[in-house]
């Protein structure tokens, strides 16, 4: 359980979804105290999901940007947020209950909430000019830049981010490449079936990939670039665009006694192990997974936004039960719109409705290792999602649920 504080000066660190959705949250649920939002980005906070699908396939213009704006100055002085942007936190001192801003501002609280996300792991190939990657708003925008000239793009990393970029590439004309060290890079989010599938949406489209070879080196500038691979492939490109994961924006609480390891670990009520005035959420945050039985970083917005909620209910109301997780991710490639729910055990089973080389309606569901269903993957199936993540939370088995998606397709 945690206890109730209405009227504590409560300071978010990190103004992006997790921490614009926990100021707000505060607020709704009565929080009475200050709040302070403080933002590394002179940015209002904007939404992630639209930097790799809807701004890179549309024509770029700074009402589409508007649109994904999570707050507006005004509805965040209308709530009592006091708004911190432009300035990232340097330090945390615990035991003086005080952030420390990168101007040296000294800023005391009553509880803080860690929000500081993630950031794009660090391209290891730095040639001076033409290698990109996709975080912000201005890696966003300077991709989109790239893409539109049409030229020759390689993209390093198969993940969801990755494809989703070399898709909107091919929709500008450019050639595309993506390589991946990994034989099936998509697999371990959407198991090998539909990850098979995403690789030939991928080849009908134009794209090509050269999976299961690493990346030995990016040589030269924007506009002339080669791409070494590991087995001496050389693929001449115009830009590369890297997008091999990302890593926990902590290195600000090195000197603050928290415990860090990849992210701020927490106990099941999301507060940073043994300091009961600090929370962390978002992308940032690690903590125990009931499902899964293991500390787990998740990097997707319905996670982020949940925690917000979470958090801002623990320190208005209280709580009795640890956070518990919806994990549901979603990916949109060409036309097609995949979902995912829970997770794929490895050594799992899993089981097909739909006719998934027709590119229609079709579900994944998996299982784990006793038969019990632990999750499901959607593609361009918005009905059957909806019914699956229905099953799933009232805990009907995994036949039922492969049957009644039977029915329903
Ligand atoms: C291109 C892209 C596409 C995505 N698409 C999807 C999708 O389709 N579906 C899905 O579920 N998820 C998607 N995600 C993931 C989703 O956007 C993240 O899970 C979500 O943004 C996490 O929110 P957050 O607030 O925890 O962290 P972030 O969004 O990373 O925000 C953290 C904020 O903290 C700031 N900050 C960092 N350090 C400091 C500091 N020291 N002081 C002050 N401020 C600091 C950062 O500048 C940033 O503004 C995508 C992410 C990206 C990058």
């Known amino acids: 359980m945690t206890q109730a504080s209405a009227d504590r000066h409560v300071v978010i660190v990190g103004a992006s979804l997790a921490g614009t959705r926990a100021a707000e949250g505060l607020r709704n649920l009565g929080h009475t105290g200050r709040i302070t939002l403080i933002g590394a980005e002179s940015e209002l906070p904007y939404d992630r999901p639209p930097l790799s699908k809807d701004l890179l396939t549309s024509d770029w213009s700074d009402e589409s940007v508007e649109s994904f704006r999570l707050a507006t100055k005004a509805s965040l002085e209308g709530a009592g947020i006091e708004l911190e942007l432009g300035v990232a936190a340097a330090g945390l001192d615990v035991a003086k209950r005080s952030v420390i801003l990168a101007d040296g501002t000294i800023i005391s609280y009553d509880l803080v ?14 040639p001076g000019t033409g290698v990109y990657q996709l975080r912000t708003l201005e890696d966003s925008r300077a991709i989109a830049a790239r893409l539109k000239l049409g030229e020759p793009v390689v993209v390093v990393g198969g993940g969801f981010i990755g494809t989703e970029i070399a898709a909107a590439a091919v929709g500008f004309g450019c050639d595309v490449t993506v390589v991946d060290p990994v034989s099936e890079p998509m697999a371990r989010i959407v198991g090998p079936e539909i990850a098979r599938s995403l690789v030939e949406l991928h080849h009908r ?30 693929l001449e490109t115009s830009t590369a665009v890297v997008g091999i994961g990302s890593i926990a924006s902590t290195e600000w609480l090195a000197s603050s006694g928290l415990t860090l390891d990849n992210g701020v670990v927490t106990d099941g009520f999301l507060r940073a192990v043994g300091v009961d005035d600090v929370y962390a959420i978002g992308d940032v945050a690690r903590w125990p997974h009931p499902g899964r039985g293991v500390q787990v970083r998740a990097e997707h917005w319905t996670n982020a936004s949940d925690q917000a909620r979470y958090v ?21 490639q060409y036309d097609w719109k995949v979902h995912t729910i829970g997770w794929r055990h490895p050594g799992g089973s899993s089981t097909i409705v739909g006719d998934l080389a027709k590119g229609g309606k079709t579900a994944v569901i998996h299982s784990d290792a006793n038969g019990d269903v632990c999750g499901a993957v959607t593609v361009n199936w918005p009905r059957g999602l909806n019914l699956a993540r229905r099953l799933f939370a009232s805990g009907e088995s995994a036949e039922t649920i492969v049957e009644k998606l039977g029915q329903l397709a």
């Open 312 to 332: 801002a209910t623990a320190i208005t109301q209280g709580v009795d039960e640890p956070y518990d997780s919806t994990d549901y991710v979603w990916s949109h």
């Open 205 to 234: 489209h134009g794209a090509q990939t050269r999976f299961g070879v690493g990346v030995a080196d990016i040589q030269g500038k924007d506009g002339e670039l080669t791409v070494i691979l590991d087995d001496g492939t050389r």
């Open 113 to 126: 909430v860690i929000a500081t996300g993630a950031a794009a792991r660090p391209s290891p190939w730095r």
